[in-house]
């Protein structure tokens, strides 16, 4: 069994809200520091949220989080990297929409602000799994312009 970080629950409640984080790890530990992210902000704050993969496929992440007990119906996952890079989009999950390539930044701010309106939670969060992977197909100044939008 994995044993979540408390201090990024810690970290949690002093942050306002309207308020963007950074979160920077390697990806040794990066489930870690995902899975101990997501569970205050379903399970303390009652917020639901959109969570954006585009390092590793969403149905993957969903069956770890729910092998560790942290419930996932309050999430939407926006999954950047199965339907190009992995050639798949069929699995049992109702709540992963897809986006062709994570090049696509436009369309994946459009869903997110899309799934954002959809909630029925007051408050939500948005998680981006890893800058870095959106950095390997996108100009510079495209990810910045993105980025910059995205927090704002």
Aim: proline content about 4%.
């Amino acid at each position: 069994m994995i044993e979540l970080d408390q201090r990024i629950a810690e970290q949690l409640t002093e942050i306002t809200l309207n308020s963007s984080l950074q979160v920077r790890c390697g990806s040794s530990n990066s489930f870690l520091v995902t899975a101990s992210l997501i569970e205050p902000l379903i399970n303390e704050f009652q917020m639901g949220g959109v969570y954006i993969s585009a390092s590793r496929p969403a149905p993957e992440l969903i069956a770890t989080l729910q092998e560790i007990d942290i419930p996932i119906e309050g999430i939407q996952f926006i999954d950047c990297v199965s339907s190009a890079l992995l050639g798949g989009t069929e699995n049992q999950f109702t709540n992963i929409s897809y986006i062709d390539s994570p090049i696509m930044l436009e369309n994946i701010l459009l869903r997110t602000l899309f799934h954002l309106r959809q909630m029925p939670t007051e408050q939500n969060f948005v998680i981006l799994d890893s800058v870095n992977a959106l950095a390997i197909y996108n100009e510079e100044k495209m990810l910045a312009e993105y980025l910059h939008t995205f927090i704002n």
